[in-house]
């Protein structure tokens, strides 16, 4: 088969790759029919290259039609059509039943002490192959995959992989009270998507920060308040004050990441890492790994005294410095994590009907062939082109 592997830093190739198979009773197959480039790519596309091997297939947002089935599937049947969570989760351990997918104790990857593995995510989750393939083995084929009807095109459903729960996970921990204000840094794919569901929800002033110009006009059509963070880099914090009474928004939601803007030092630090040999840069990343913050600073400095910041953009570093003083002093509630997929299925199938209130169905900005994989990470990564989400059909 055809597939995405990562070859380098900055390197990823489709290349042809053996078909997977069925290993345990109760795996399947599934032919991919769609699959999306994640911001969370990006990052192995830059940072977390010590982690990764040559030839690792990429990829966690996938749906597409089960085309094999192990002996002991019985919830799905070849033909069916499934999106695939990023988690892969049992669903029957303790932690599946507490709604925590993502800390799947059936799949915990217990020689880094990570939680759940991830498709297409690096030996911290796994070293799962990902879907940006033409075909992915599942395994937990009885309770993993998400069974969506037949009829609407792929853009209806594929969201439910990773983008609409990690958004929606996102605005639940932010705890948006009834006609409250939300400030989302970040107006990618999860940033842009959070900001719908914040208004979908009862948010009353929804600010969308941002320094993409697509990005901006996107969000701001959909009714957000926008502010250019080239224009408010140093007095962000002040311009959100300014639109709420001098206290700061009730929410902040960082949809951003280890990969803010500024702080030239550490990110030269991490394109340093990511040029030593594997062996000394995989510990060296997991004992005083840093991120850059910026993002996380802002949130802390938006949000208003005893608000709450909700963290759905991916931070790595081990060694990052907090400012436990203000944090505490604002009374500031933090909550975070990767998003527990099939926690919120139940609350966001509903919505994916022909009203389409999320506006699912026309959220990708490209639709793709596999082929073009490379050309789209490169894209994306440079912010060009008006891309903000991709879809590649394998």
Not at 206 to 218: C, E, F, K, S, W
Not at 274 to 302: E, I, N, S, T
Request: charged share 20%; glycine share 12%.
């Amino acid at each position: 088969m055809r597939a995405l592997t990562w070859q380098g830093r900055r390197d990823v190739r489709v290349e042809t790759v053996p078909d997977p198979t069925l290993q345990d009773p109760d795996d399947i197959i599934v032919r991919i029919t769609s699959t999306g480039i994640c911001g969370s790519d990006l990052h192995l596309y830059e940072v977390l290259g010590p982690f990764l091997d040559p030839g690792d297939i990429l990829g966690h947002e996938s749906m597409g039609v089960v085309a094999e089935v192990g002996p002991a599937v019985h919830a799905v049947a070849p033909g069916d059509r499934v999106v695939i969570p990023f988690n892969v989760s049992c669903g029957t351990c303790f932690m599946c039943g507490q709604g925590l997918q993502s800390q799947c104790e059936t799949t915990q990857v217990h020689e880094y002490g990570s939680g759940a593995a991830l498709f297409g995510y690096t030996k911290l989750y796994g070293q799962v192959p990902g879907g940006q393939a033409e075909y992915l083995r599942v395994p937990f084929g009885n309770t993993l995959p998400i069974k969506v009807p037949e009829g609407p095109a792929d853009d209806r459903f594929v969201y439910l992989s990773d983008v609409l729960p990690t958004a929606w996970q996102a605005v639940e921990y932010a705890a948006v009270p009834a006609g409250g204000s939300l400030t989302v840094l970040g107006l990618g794919p999860i940033g842009d998507m959070a900001t719908r569901i914040a208004q979908h929800r009862g948010a009353g002033l929804v600010i969308g920060v941002d320094l993409v110009n697509a990005r901006l006009t996107r969000a701001s059509a959909h009714g957000v308040t926008c502010l250019d963070l080239r224009r408010h880099k140093k007095d962000l914090g002040d311009a959100v004050r300014e639109l709420t009474d001098g206290r700061g928004t009730d929410a902040v939601i960082d949809a951003v990441g280890m990969e803010a803007h500024g702080n030239p030092v550490t990110k030269a630090a991490q394109w340093a890492t990511g040029l030593l040999p594997d062996a000394v840069a995989q510990p060296f990343m997991q004992k005083a790994g840093l991120d850059r913050l910026g993002a996380l600073h802002a949130a802390l400095d938006c949000v208003r005294r005893g608000g709450t910041v909700s963290l759905s953009g991916v931070y790595g570093g081990a060694a990052d410095p907090m400012p436990l003083l203000r944090m505490f002093d604002k009374q500031i509630q933090l909550r975070m994590g990767q998003a527990n997929v099939w926690r919120w299925v139940p609350d966001i199938l509903p919505l994916l009907t022909d009203e389409d209130p999320l506006g699912v169905d026309g959220f990708a900005t490209h639709h793709l062939p596999l082929e073009k994989a490379a050309d789209a990470y490169a894209t994306f990564q440079a912010k060009e082109d008006g891309m903000i989400k991709t879809l590649l059909r394998p």
